[in-house]
């Protein structure tokens, strides 16, 4: 099972970034799985931002991001994107793609810098 980001990049204070994984080489259907972003600040640990349930109909966001992140999937193109808005320098972090299905897998993160 393979896990790709993508989108990451340096932004500003306010600005906006949508954040992609493309999902390849699972066992099960994609739709199966629990999709999940979360992010790594440096000396931090890895915590939750969002979730999307696998039929794309329930959503779960960190209290940090809620009301400027939207998580959302196409499990027809076994993608899952994280669109973030009004972004902050303590958004800065690595954020890592995560699916939970029986196990679990992870992509390789993508790094994402919001200067003030």
């Known amino acids: 099972a393979q896990l790709v980001e993508s989108g990451g990049g340096l932004v500003q204070y306010g600005g906006s970034l949508r954040l992609s994984c493309a999902a390849s080489?699972?066992?099960?259907?994609?739709?199966?799985?629990?999709m999940s972003w979360y992010r790594q600040a440096p000396g931090k640990e890895r915590e939750l931002v969002a979730t999307?349930?696998?039929?794309?109909?329930?959503?779960n966001y960190a209290d940090a991001v809620k009301g400027r992140s939207t998580i959302s999937r196409d499990n027809a193109k076994n993608t899952v994107d994280l669109q973030m808005n009004s972004l902050k320098p303590e958004d800065t972090a690595v954020y890592y793609c995560?699916?939970?299905?029986?196990?679990?897998?992870w992509g390789q993160g993508t790094q994402v810098t919001v200067s003030s």
């Open positions: 080489g699972f066992t099960f259907s994609f739709s199966r799985y629990i």
């Open positions: 999307i349930g696998s039929d794309g109909l329930s959503t």
């Open positions: 995560h699916a939970q299905h029986r196990v679990e897998s």
